[in-house]
């Protein structure tokens, strides 16, 4: 089971003082973000990618390649890549580059993105999401597996005998999350090519993203890869903490009622009644996040959202202490409990050469 924090870099007025930080002040928060979560015995930080304000991690290889150089251990991912706006081929060279660099501590999450604007600014159509989103995977799933690659689609101009470059380290392309908040098509994506899926159920009922999940679990196994609880999920949340579960409600309600996302609409105690949003102990969060297996089944990923909407980030780096020392030595403890065998972990780019060694000697053993 692994365990990180994802952040959408969006750039954000602090309610409670007023003050916006500067666009490089938040990206240079990101980064003391990402060494603080290696610092408190993190697995993953995860970064978006939006190409609009109010966000600005607008090229997300070149933060986690600039992470990677100040890190040694946490898996460094996206929390969207923009498999439909995004070329392929660039795609291609970019993150296996990005691998090389952090020695195979990379891995993906593909995501149509769901901000209308942002297609025609890179000449596409956001009426073709799907479709898009669909020819782009194959063709860079083909990519990173095939040496020379000939190639024609709909949505970009054809490949002849064409080798994408540096190659995937150690011949083995980084893992890849396909991450849908709505999207069937996208998790029969998913399934289809044993990849790994995964619900950001950050703002919706757990009742929407069950059905997601399900529906992913049972095409991975009618795919062959494995029985449906094989199947490797990830999940979200969104939490803020402080011992004493009033102050954390007393703190965080000016950001929640700022929000573009949350404020406006239900209160506080409803938007958690309804969504994974845990705002309260760490007890609290611990409760709350175990739940989570109840409703998803064994899952393999779990990324927490605990910056933005204006926090500050002294308090995100408070926050990370409390996950750090408090939430997650707890989380490992109990999620380990009961996990049937045959569950996998969660892919590493360790575990995926040695399943590949492992896979040709035993065809070099029968051919």
């Known amino acids: 089971m692994q365990f990180g924090i994802f952040t959408v870099g969006d750039v954000t007025t602090d309610p409670t003082t007023g003050r916006t930080p500067t666009e490089q002040e938040r990206i240079k928060a990101m980064v003391t973000i990402a ?65 090389h660099l952090a020695d195979g501590r990379v891995d993906l999450m593909m995501g149509r993105g769901n901000t209308g604007p942002v297609y025609p600014w890179f000449g596409k159509d956001i009426r073709q999401g799907i479709p898009l989103a669909i020819e782009n995977y194959a063709l860079l799933h083909q990519l990173w597996r095939q040496e020379t690659v000939d190639w024609e689609g709909r949505f970009r101009t054809p490949l002849q005998s064409f080798t994408s470059t540096p190659r995937p380290l150690d011949d083995v392309p980084p893992f890849v999350w396909h991450g849908s908040i709505r999207s069937p098509e996208i998790a029969e994506q998913a399934a289809y090519y044993g990849d790994g899926f995964f619900a950001n159920n950050i703002f ?6 069950q059905k997601l999940i399900n529906l992913y679990r049972e095409r991975y196994a009618h795919y062959g890869h ?33 929000s573009p996302q949350m404020g406006g609409g239900p209160s506080l105690e409803q938007y958690m009644d309804q969504t994974p949003l845990t705002v309260g102990s760490p007890q609290q969060v611990i409760e709350k996040t175990l739940t989570f297996r ?74």
């Not at 930080?45 to 390649?65: D, K």
């Not at 992470?67 to 460094?76: D, E, G, N, P, S």
């Not at 094989?230 to 929640?256: C, D, T």
């Not at 926090?311 to 020392?325: W, Y």
């Open 35 to 99: 060494q603080k979560a290696e610092e408190v015995g993190l697995d993953v930080f995860a970064t978006g990618e939006h190409h609009n304000r109010p966000f600005v991690p607008s090229s997300p290889t070149t933060m986690l390649g600039w992470i990677a150089a100040r890190t040694h251990r946490i898996i460094l991912s996206t929390a969207t890549t923009l498999i439909t706006t995004n070329d392929p081929v660039k795609i291609a060279e970019d993150y296996a580059m990005l691998q």
């Open 204 to 209: 919706w009922p757990k009742e929407h993203f």
């Open 226 to 258: 494995g029985t449906p609880e094989q199947a490797i999920v990830g999940v979200g949340g969104h939490i803020y903490m402080h011992h004493n579960s009033q102050n954390a409600l007393r703190e965080f309600r000016p950001y929640f009622d700022h």
């Open 294 to 367: 109840e409703h998803f089944g064994h899952y393999q990923r779990q990324l927490f959202n605990v910056d933005g909407i204006g926090i500050p980030l002294k308090t995100v780096l408070e926050q990370l202490d409390l996950l750090g020392e408090e939430v997650i030595p707890v989380l490992r403890e109990e999620f380990a409990k009961n996990r049937p065998a045959d569950v996998p972990d969660a892919p590493t780019h360790t575990s995926l050469v040695a399943a590949r060694d492992a896979e040709r000697m035993s065809a070099g053993s029968t051919g």
